[in-house]
């Protein structure tokens, strides 16, 4: 992997164009934007209308697209075709002028200034942009990595249930109906609820959708009124909900237990996890500051707290001085401050505070054409709520579309 050569002689400091101590002469500084999420999209726009003096912008992401996970639950329910729920990361890259590196990182040295990729791959860098969100810890849950459908990596997932979907209809034209699918949805997070309505929607006839919220009732951080508009949905669709803490997964089967104790078994042909964020492992050894979950910790500025070279936003950091939750809104918002700061801090400006909404407006899709809105202690619902979303959803996407879809391959 070329990288721009970045000898003993060149002063690395905050503030561009750096130049050659002895010659003066400045060099380019290496820009390198890790993860193609919510933020980043935006970044990128934003270098393609004001391109940072003097930098080498590198995009490394694992796929050409960035799926948006707003409208996943849309796409489950069969009101969009995947390609509608993505926006491609070479086109933006390009129109940008910044190179598109197809590759995961695997570690971080924080000091050294250097990122790994999972080929081997080392992209050095003098300023380091993360926003890679949150992962789903694999063995939370024992038997979950053998027989659970984890909602992270999304695109891991749009591929297994593009092929599990087939196996669904087979299965269930082969048995005649005869007998219903049993899925359990674990999760009573805003999208495991999302999750459970729409799959319900999807498979009428054909699947009985249980919802494991843990514990609590669904979306247990929303105020009383958006919660009980959210049980009303879930009683009408018949989509029992078990407030049991799911323990084990199985072939065929999940173990929950109950807030006493008690242990109950219940039939699960297809398990879905759609559990909480969890940070990247690799972050562990980088020699970042991590919160105490284990995610970046940052500052006003988007910067770490502990290397001012290193941004992060989206659900990967965590916003040590003014927390909120681990929401797209919320790196969707951190995109245009983070631009501002990457350009200034690469060319010696002073850096923008930015100060994260108290609230936001959550709009739940009910998988039927309605949707619950939730702002603060206000909800409410209808047909004209799901238009809304709708109406926003593919405003996103169309704010960041060049060019045709991208599949995942490519
Ligand atoms: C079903 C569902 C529905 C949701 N609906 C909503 C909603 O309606 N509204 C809302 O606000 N929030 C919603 N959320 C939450 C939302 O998905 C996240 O908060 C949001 O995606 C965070 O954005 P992000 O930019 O931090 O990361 P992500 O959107 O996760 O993007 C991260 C990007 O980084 C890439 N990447 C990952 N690891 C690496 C790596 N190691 N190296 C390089 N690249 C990497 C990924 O491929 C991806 O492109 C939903 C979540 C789920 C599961």
Not at 123 to 126: F, G, I, K, Q
């Given at each position: 992997m070329p990288t721009t050569p970045v000898g003993e002689a060149w002063r690395i400091s905050p503030g561009l164009p750096y130049r050659h101590e002895e010659t003066g002469v400045p060099a380019v500084k290496r820009i390198v934007l890790c993860g193609g999420g919510h933020a980043h999209v935006h970044v990128l726009q934003a270098f393609a209308k004001a391109p940072v003096p003097g930098a080498?912008?590198?995009?490394?992401s694992p796929f050409p697209r960035q799926i948006y996970s707003g409208m996943v639950p849309g796409w489950i329910s069969g009101r969009y075709p995947l390609d509608a729920c993505t926006i491609a990361l070479p086109p933006l890259a390009e129109a940008a002028r910044v190179r598109w590196v197809r590759g995961e990182a695997v570690s971080l040295d924080a000091a050294h200034r250097r990122l790994r990729l999972a080929d081997g791959t080392l992209?050095?860098?003098?300023v380091l942009s993360l926003d890679t969100g949150s992962v789903q810890r694999r063995d939370r849950i024992p038997g979950a990595a053998e027989h659970a459908l984890f909602v992270r990596p999304m695109e891991t997932f749009a591929t297994r249930w593009q092929a599990l979907q087939q196996e669904i209809e087979f299965v269930t034209s082969a048995e005649g109906g005869r007998r219903l699918l049993a899925i359990a949805v674990v999760g009573g997070g805003a999208g495991g609820v999302e999750l459970a309505?729409?799959?319900h929607h999807r498979l009428a006839g054909a699947a009985r959708v249980t919802l494991v919220s843990g514990p609590a009732e669904p979306v247990p951080t929303h105020?009383?009124?958006?919660?009980s508009r959210v049980a009303e949905v879930l009683r009408r669709q018949r989509i029992p909900v078990m407030r049991m803490t799911c323990v084990a997964i199985a072939d065929r089967e999940v173990v929950l237990r109950s807030s006493g104790g008690a242990h109950v078994t219940l039939a699960s042909d297809l398990t879905l996890l759609a559990t909480g964020a969890d940070a990247p492992a690799w972050l562990a050894d980088s020699g970042l500051a991590l919160d105490e979950a284990g995610f970046v910790a940052t500052g006003p500025t988007l910067q770490s707290r502990s290397h001012p070279e290193v941004f992060a936003a989206g659900d990967v950091s965590s916003r040590t001085d003014a927390p909120h939750p681990r929401s797209g809104v919320y790196a969707v918002r951190a995109g245009p401050p983070l631009a501002v700061n990457l350009a200034r801090f690469a060319t010696g400006g002073a850096l923008e505070r930015w100060r994260p909404q108290r609230r936001?407006?959550?709009?739940?899709a009910c998988g039927d054409g309605t949707a619950i809105a939730s702002w603060g202690p206000f909800s409410a619902q209808g047909g004209w709520v799901?238009?809304?979303k709708d109406r926003i959803d593919r405003g996103f996407i169309d704010r960041y579309r060049l060019g045709a879809p991208a599949s995942p391959a490519a």
């Open positions: 080498e912008v590198t995009l490394v992209l050095d860098y003098d309505l729409a799959l105020p009383a009124g958006t919660r936001s407006l959550n709009l739940l799901w238009r809304w």
